[in-house]
């Protein structure tokens, strides 16, 4: 099994940045995607950000593209989500996910049905 631990939610203001950390551990993580999604209350899972283990391509929701920037440090066994210019509909619960297998395609890569691993969440609020 792998274990994701993500970090680095809070409070802030409309125009503020954050950068949310995810960590793996448990069983060795050789090739998949990482991926961010998103769900904010009385609303589905929303992807928001991914990209092959082995780097290359990146890609994102619409809404978040220019804003958020997904990286990873692989020696650390971490993924990251940098976010600029938060506004209030960024508010939401966001979680980490990793794939079994490498996808190199975008609507593969953006679906949530595409992860199996899932960490707990951690919380965004933006405030106006």
């Known amino acids: 099994q792998v274990q994701l631990a993500e970090s680095g939610g809070g409070l802030v203001q409309a125009g503020a940045s954050l950068r949310l950390s995810c960590t793996r551990s448990g069983r060795r993580f050789d090739n998949g995607n990482l991926a961010w999604f998103r769900q904010a209350p009385g609303k589905g899972r929303e992807f928001v950000a991914s990209?092959?283990?082995?780097?290359?391509?990146?890609y994102y929701a619409d809404s978040v593209k220019g804003r958020f920037t997904i990286s990873s440090d692989n020696a650390k066994s971490t993924v990251f989500l940098q976010m600029n210019n938060l506004q209030p509909e960024d508010t939401a619960v966001y979680y980490c996910a990793a794939s079994r297998t490498l996808y190199y395609n975008s609507q593969l890569a953006s679906r949530d049905q595409s992860y199996f691993y899932w960490g707990q969440g951690t919380q965004v609020t933006v405030s106006s």
């Open positions: 990209m092959p283990r082995d780097g290359g391509t990146t």
